[in-house]
């Protein structure tokens, strides 16, 4: 079988590890550059509270500044996003990831299409402590069209959809698109994952990577 997974919150708990510190990072980098807030804190917490029904950490902060009347701050807080390092940060794997993906690779051809900056997503596998070997393709994604790379990595193993899972935590994004193609779906319902209800296009919903072995069983 081919099994394809998204990458944050997904294999990597982007939301508990990463996106507090990178919205933590903007804020007070923004402030820096004149942006005006009554408390720092407050707006922090204000942040963290936006972020749990967006669809990424953009957006959070796009919707941060026009709740505030300071959207010109926007495209400035894209460039300080681009820039903050993760190097003096812990990132940690979903519960039962590594051990998972380890028993999965030895029957099983795995992928990874993610979407982000390619050095900061592989930065992160490296860092989580995930075996970027035991993956055939890794595949960075500039924007939201996943369906074509599933489509690609399809063809590239000679795999069928009806022998193919996709696991992700968004729906939209990570699952619609592979279900498209004819493709097995299991909802990671981690992170902003569990702002989605029931969907048809969601074959399996799990909250720990271990009920993989019995889906795939």
Request: net charge positive; with cysteine.
């Amino acid at each position: 079988m081919l099994i394809i997974f998204d990458l944050d919150d997904t294999l990597i708990d982007t939301t508990n590890s990463i996106t507090p510190f990178v919205l933590k990072k903007t804020l007070q980098s923004l402030i820096e550059h004149g942006l005006k807030v009554d408390n720092e804190d407050a707006s922090y917490k204000k942040l963290l509270e936006i972020d749990k029904n967006s669809s990424g950490s953009k957006e959070t902060v796009k919707s941060f500044l026009n709740s505030i009347n300071e959207e010109k701050f926007y495209e400035l807080s894209l460039d300080i996003m681009k820039k903050i390092s993760i190097d003096d940060i812990k990132i940690f794997t979903l519960k039962n990831a590594i051990q998972v993906v380890q028993y999965l690779s030895k029957n099983n051809i795995l992928a990874i299409v993610t979407r982000g900056d390619k050095k900061f997503q592989l930065t992160k596998i490296k860092k989580a402590g995930i075996d970027p070997s035991l993956f055939s393709k890794i595949v960075v994604v500039r924007g939201k069209n996943k369906g074509y790379h599933y489509k690609k990595i399809l063809n590239d193993t000679k795999m069928s959809p009806e022998k193919t899972y996709v696991c992700g935590d968004r729906v939209n994004i990570d699952l619609l698109p592979a279900k498209k193609l004819g493709c097995r779906t299991i909802h990671m319902k981690w992170g902003r994952g569990k702002n989605f209800k029931k969907d048809k296009n969601v074959d399996y919903t799990i909250q720990n990577l271990k009920k993989l072995k019995e889906i795939l069983g």
